[in-house]
């Protein structure tokens, strides 16, 4: 009877291990299916992602091209209105002098950092006219076509007297929202 204990002790041992290792097998399954699963996921993850990666390279390249030829078109602008034979004031709504160029100053006298503001450009220019002479520039801001005041006499940095023929147009707005003028 020891034996027969013994041995079905033993068989139920080795039941008892079949079953563990069963379990252990399937366990292992289950480990190996997810494992692929998720390698199959991060696969069409990554390749989604490289998609993603290649079409923002290709528009930051566009972008960066854009912007390049932005650079140099507004390069160009400005070195034509620097360049023109006659004078040409910008400026915004708040009053700042943007720019002015060379032909407005060699014919005026007044460099950029003598007239920084219409305020400035306007006591210099018209002394005791300077308030009308503001009035209609403040005007020019709600125009919406190009506008011409007339011949206006305008006071030079040595103070000789020139006779202007006075046009302006707006630009739209800067990029800080001021309206802008020519």
Not at 53 to 63: A, D, S
Request: with cysteine; hydrophobic share 45%; charged share 30%.
């Amino acid at each position: 009877t020891k034996m027969r204990t013994l041995a079905l002790s033993l068989a139920m041992l080795v039941g008892l291990a079949g079953a563990l290792m069963l379990a252990f097998f399937r366990l292992i399954q289950g480990i190996t299916s997810a494992h692929d699963r998720l390698e199959t996921e991060v696969e069409q993850r990554t390749a989604a992602l490289s998609s993603a990666n290649t079409r923002l390279r290709f528009e930051i390249e566009n972008r960066e091209r854009a912007e390049q030829t932005l650079r140099e078109s507004e390069h160009r602008f400005r070195l034509a209105v620097a360049s023109l034979p006659f004078p040409i004031m910008i400026h915004a709504e708040d009053g700042e002098v943007l720019e002015i160029n060379k032909a407005w100053s060699d014919l005026t006298g007044y460099a950029s950092r003598d007239i920084p503001t219409i305020t400035a450009w306007t006591e210099k220019a018209y002394g005791e006219r300077r308030d009308c002479v503001r009035a209609w520039i403040d005007a020019t801001y709600a125009l919406g076509e190009q506008f011409q005041e007339g011949e206006i006499e305008v006071r030079t940095a040595t103070g000789d007297k020139r006779v202007w023929d006075f046009r302006a147009a707006p630009l739209g707005r800067a990029a800080d929202g001021r309206r802008l003028v020519i």
